[in-house]
C-alpha cells in the first residue's frame, strides 16, 4: 500500500526551485489572476506521471483523496491522476461500484480542482466517461451554468463533452458551449471552442455550422476561433466576418 505521505516525499524529492518560479506565472497565481494563491515546487507533468505510474495501483481512494486536497499543484494532480488510472481500471473490470465511488468522490472534490491542468487532466477521463455510461446523468448540465458554480466546475462539465461527443453526444457539446457564450471567463470560451472545434474532428460538421449560424455573432472572438480552427481558411473566415459584421446576415 502506498500512502500519500510516502508519494508526498517523492514528489517533493523532486522539486526544482526555478521550475516552480516559472510554473507560478505560467498558472498566473498573482493577485486577481485565475490561480490566485496556487503553490508548486517545480515538477513537469511527465515527472508527476512517473509517479502515478509507480503507485495508482497500490494507493487506496483515501490516501488520493489527501493528495489531491493538498496545497501545492502537482500533489493535487498527482491525487487525481491516481484517480483517473484507478476509474479507468474500473471500466476495464466493469465495476460499476467503484466507478460511482469514484465519480462521486471526484466531484465532492471539485474545489482543489481549480486550475486548467487539473480540469482537463482528471474529468475527461472521469467524469467524461461516467457521463457515457450514465445517459440520465443530469448534474453536469447543472453545473454548466453560473449560477452557484465556480469557473472550475463549469469547465469540468465542458470539457467532459469530448468523451461524449466520440460516443455519438455532440449535442452536450453544442446544449452546454451555448450556456458559456456570455461567460466573462476567457478560460470559459477557450474551453467551448476546443470542444467545438473536437466535434467538427470528429465529422459533425453541418451540426457545427448550425451552431455557428445561430451564435456565431454573439461567440467571444477566442471561442469562434478554436471552434473554427480546422476548417478551410476561406470557411473560417467567413465566420469570422460574421462575427465582425453582426449586422450582415
Known sequence: MHKAIDIEATLLSMAEERQARQLLRFFKTGPGEYGEGDRFIGLRNPQVRLVVKEAWRHTPLSEAVTLAQSPLHELRL????????????????????EMADIFDTYMALHPFVNNWDLVDLSAIKIVGNHEVLNPGLALLDDWIRPEGHT???????????????RHCRPDVCFRRASQLLQSPHDLLHKASGWMLREAWKKGYREELRAFLREY??????????YACEQMHPDERHRWQQLRKSPTKA
Open 78 to 97: 498527482c491525487g487525481l491522476l491516481i484517480m483517473v488510472e484507478q476509474y479507468l481500471r474500473a471500466m476495464k473490470r466493469k465495476d460499476k461500484a
Open 216 to 225: 456565431a455573432r454573439q461567440m467571444p472572438s477566442v471561442m469562434l476561433s
Open 151 to 165: 469557473m472550475w466546475q463549469q469547465r469540468i462539465a465542458m470539457v467532459s463533452t469530448w468523451i461524449l461527443t
